[in-house]
């Protein structure tokens, strides 16, 4: 690991729903949490999920992992749930389970948060972190799982073969 933990970073910019210019998250950095129990994000990360420095940010804990997602996209995932009808009895399961799924964390002066510690009991995480920029949102894994899930090059590029063609991205 280098010394700011970076490993590869790549920005591009896509349109959102409303046709807005927005930049996307990606790259993989390897972090460490320090012994107060923060973890530092990338500054560019930062500058997109943290546009304000007292911003409190979701953590939602969906796959085994942690997920900040950029504001905007929490925004739009927040109104379609919330345009469930309460009188569906699935719309109000789903709108409790993401309660539950859901806490807030804020970025300190020095771009650090402080994630709890039921936060990384669910992820599995206790000293060494994968950050990955996964277009709006910020995947917080640790090492295990991600060497689990990516145990090497060419079965990740198969499997995002596989997978763009399921979600028809390869016509």
Not at 58 to 77: E, K, N, R, S, Y
Not at 142 to 166: G, L, Y
């Amino acid at each position: 690991m280098g010394r700011s933990g970076f490993q590869r970073v790549v920005f591009a910019v896509f349109f959102g729903r409303a046709g807005d210019m927005v930049e996307a998250l990606y790259g993989t950095y390897n972090k460490r949490i320090d012994a107060k129990g923060r973890l530092s994000i990338p500054k560019r990360i930062r500058e997109q999920i943290f546009a304000d420095s007292d911003a409190e940010v979701l953590v939602v804990t969906m796959d085994g992992i942690l997920q900040i997602f950029t504001p905007g996209a929490f925004d739009v995932i927040s109104r379609q749930i919330q345009g469930k009808s309460p009188l569906n009895k699935k719309a109000r399961e789903f709108q409790r389970l993401w309660g539950v799924l859901v806490s807030p964390v804020t970025c300190d002066a020095e771009g650090r948060i402080k994630l709890t510690e039921s936060q990384k009991a669910y992820a599995g995480i206790e000293q060494d972190v994968v950050l990955i920029g996964a277009w709006n949102r910020l995947e917080i894994w640790s090492p295990v799982k991600h060497a689990a899930q990516f145990v090497s090059s060419e079965a990740s590029e198969s499997r995002f073969s596989e997978i763009a063609d399921e979600l028809n991205f390869l016509e």
